[in-house]
């Protein structure tokens, strides 16, 4: 097959897209397919240049806005230039956050006519919606915590109880999150938030231990436990040596794994999500399992949680991309 891979972009996540695109081309290319890597910032990328890109590494905190202004300075609006797509069986989405899993390049594609992995532009939307996929876990049987949108009334959020979470509506990578225990604190956590989305969710706190499944086509993966150094699974712990301890398959019981794989599938279709994604859970001190978040383009960096689930049911990276590849196409 000729893929293009997709990644970069312009998102406070760039740097994980990269990583992510740096598994993924050298994967697809060992199974003998023609790759072309095109970063949606600055166009298609080759040779050295590809290559300093893709070594380039995650620091331990996003790209600034002076830095992704920089960038966008380069090269204004640049999606991908046509002559990049020609002759391409499938689009290979690297990407991470903004447009490039909020459903805006998948709608280009759409009318481009070109298969491309992942969710659709609607289901892609309404996942990076934190808002809105509670909504819907919700009506699906999923529990999920109590939230409220900013702004928000102090007695709004102290019937939540403290402490709370808080965070932009439309963002990955724990990017601009706080969890809040005392009133004087709030305001600056929804200011923090606002950097990076107008609406800003406040959410109830849930402690315990976290968990997360990945679905591929139709079936949940292995679960598996994080074990954060801290109260959250931030951007410090999920992409720096050492950050976390993550455990797959958790340590659980078969009841509750079959709890939860039921859960992360019936959020995945709740969502209308594509042939896979990643749900993310917490589980209290009462065994009380909560839905998160879903993720409809999950990390594909060496320490992702993705290929790791895969990895613990048999799958190798190299087939996971390969697998997902042709479920687009199909």
């Known amino acids: 097959m000729k893929i293009a891979v997709l990644f970069g972009g312009m998102s406070e996540e760039r740097d994980v897209s990269i ?16 790759v072309v890597a095109v970063d949606t910032a600055t166009g298609r990328v080759s040779g050295p240049a590809e290559q300093r890109l893709l070594t380039s590494g995650i620091g331990p905190q996003p790209p600034s806005g002076s830095a ?6 380069a090269a204004p609006a640049l999606v991908a230039e046509a002559a990049d797509m020609q002759g391409v069986d499938v689009v290979f989405l690297a990407l991470h956050g903004g447009a490039g899993e909020d459903g805006r390049i998948q709608a280009v594609l759409d009318l481009a006519g070109l298969p491309y992995t992942g969710s659709n532009h609607i289901a892609s939307a309404t996942a990076m919606d934190k808002d809105l996929s509670k909504r819907l876990f919700r009506a699906a049987g999923v529990p999920t915590a109590d939230w409220r949108m900013a702004p928000v009334a102090a007695q709004e959020v102290a019937a939540l109880g403290w402490p709370v979470v808080v965070k932009p509506n439309k963002q990955g990578s724990t990017v601009g999150l706080s969890v809040v225990r005392s ?11 606002q950097r990076y989305d107008d609406e800003v969710m406040v959410e109830r706190f849930i402690p315990g231990r976290e968990l997360t499944v990945g679905v591929l086509e139709g079936h949940a993966l292995p ?29 659980l019981s078969p009841d509750i794994s079959s709890r939860v794989q039921e859960l992360a599938l019936r959020a995945h279709a709740a969502l209308k999500l594509g042939a896979y994604s990643r749900i993310d859970f917490r589980m209290d001190g009462r065994g009380a399992i909560w839905c998160l978040e879903a993720n409809t383009l999950p990390g594909m960096t060496a320490a992702s949680l993705l290929p790791q689930a895969a990895r613990a049911a048999g799958i190798g990276f190299p087939e996971l991309v390969e697998r997902i590849c042709k479920s687009a196409i199909r």
């Open 183 to 193: 009133p004087d604190a709030l305001s600056a956590a929804v200011t923090l938030a």
């Open 68 to 73: 992704l202004a920089g960038i966008k300075r």
């Open 19 to 34: 990583a992510s695109a740096a598994q993924v081309i050298p994967a697809l290319r060992s199974l003998g397919h023609e």
């Open 223 to 251: 679960i598996g436990e994080i074990i954060s150094p801290g109260e959250v699974f931030d951007y410090q712990a999920k992409y720096q040596s050492g950050g976390a301890r993550e455990i797959f398959p958790a340590d």
